[in-house]
């Protein structure tokens, strides 16, 4: 087992990523991979997200946004550190939420 602390990251995908079960999608990885966060959809058209988990596991995460769901097309990932206040955002009890566009 790896035992690496867990790290914050935050990612804006730029691409075709509205109207084609994204967000749901990346709410299914990241369950699939235990990862802490949220997903919303910008006014802009792209998608944010919010992770915390291990490096190397967020790594898979973030691999796993650029294919995206059938249907997206992905041209960028915007991927800075995020902070953990930054995880409040989620719905009260959830692990990961799916947010309302901001």
Known sequence: ?????PIVVHIVVFGRVQGVGY???VARE?????????????RDGTVEALFKGEPAVIDDM???CRRGPHGARVDLIDQRAGAEADLRARVPGEEFSVLPTF
């Open 1 to 5: 087992m790896n035992d690496q602390a």
């Open 23 to 25: 967000r749901a999608f």
């Open 30 to 42: 990241a369950g699939r991979h235990c990862l802490e966060g949220w997903v919303r959809n910008c």
């Open 62 to 64: 973030i691999a796993a």
